[in-house]
Structures are given as structure tokens and as C-alpha cells.
């Protein structure tokens, strides 16, 4: 799962770098503008994890 998660996390990394136009700082989150909108660097995590999960239930 680890393997699983970090290579997730890297293709989030190549995937993202092409859009991302700025990483900045607000109220303790980290926030990320993507296409001119702001988005939370959190929320992006919560639903790679998610889709993550539902991938590997529907292995099984």
C-alpha cells in the first residue's frame, strides 16, 4: 500500500507540476492555484486516497 501510495503521490507530482501556477500559505493550509482557481493542497490528497482505496477494493 505504501508502493502503491507513493507512486500515486508521484504521479500526482508530474501530473500537477504542468498546471500548477503558484503553491502559497494561507490560515495553516497549503493551497495550490491550478487554472487560476485555488485549491487546497488537502482536498487533492483526500480524493487520491479515496480513489486509491476504491481501486484496491475493486481488486479484491
Do not use: H, P
Amino acid at each position: 500500500k505504501e508502493v502503491y501510495a507513493k507512486m500515486t503521490g508521484e504521479y500526482l507530482t508530474e501530473y500537477v507540476q504542468g498546471m500548477v501556477e503558484k503553491v502559497f500559505f494561507e490560515n495553516g493550509q497549503v493551497f495550490a492555484l491550478i487554472d487560476q482557481k485555488q485549491v487546497k493542497i488537502s482536498d487533492i490528497l483526500e480524493v487520491l486516497y479515496n480513489n486509491t482505496n476504491q481501486e484496491e477494493d475493486n481488486i479484491l
